[in-house]
């Protein structure tokens, strides 16, 4: 039970919404460039932001369930940026926590370990995945 205490006392999460790590500083309001969806996945407190459409009928182990799409345009306000990590995982999730208009909270799932995709209020053209620098 002392190793059980002891591990998950290596795990935390770090602010990253002043570091410079990634292309965004926080508070910021963003606009959507395309349709993303809401989800509820399991019990988690929190809605999840994501690339929309997606069909989420296969779903069911996950209990991820669409609440609503969010339209191109919307203006979303990105509330801070955190990275999780552990003592046997390293560098974990990337997430972006915001606010939609409707005053609804939002993860947004950007990256993982040191990388980072294009989030959906970034212009088309980015690659697939970009390293994230952090400022010195």
Known sequence: MTTTAWLTGCQG???LSRAGCL???VPATVVLQRETGLYRIGDAEVPV?????RDTRNDASQR???LRT???GTRVTIDRLTQRWGFDSGKGRISAFGTLPSGERFEYGWGAGSVIGPAP????GLPN???VKCDA
């Not at 932001?49 to 459409?53: G, N, Q, R, V």
């Not at 209020?121 to 088309?124: D, R, S, V």
Request: net charge negative.
């Open 64 to 66: 991820r369930s669409l």
């Open 49 to 53: 932001l994501t690339d929309h459409p």
């Open 121 to 124: 209020w970034e212009g088309p």
């Open 129 to 131: 995945l970009r390293t």
């Open 23 to 25: 292309p965004l500083r």
């Open 13 to 15: 999460t770090d602010d």
């Open 70 to 72: 969010v339209p191109p």
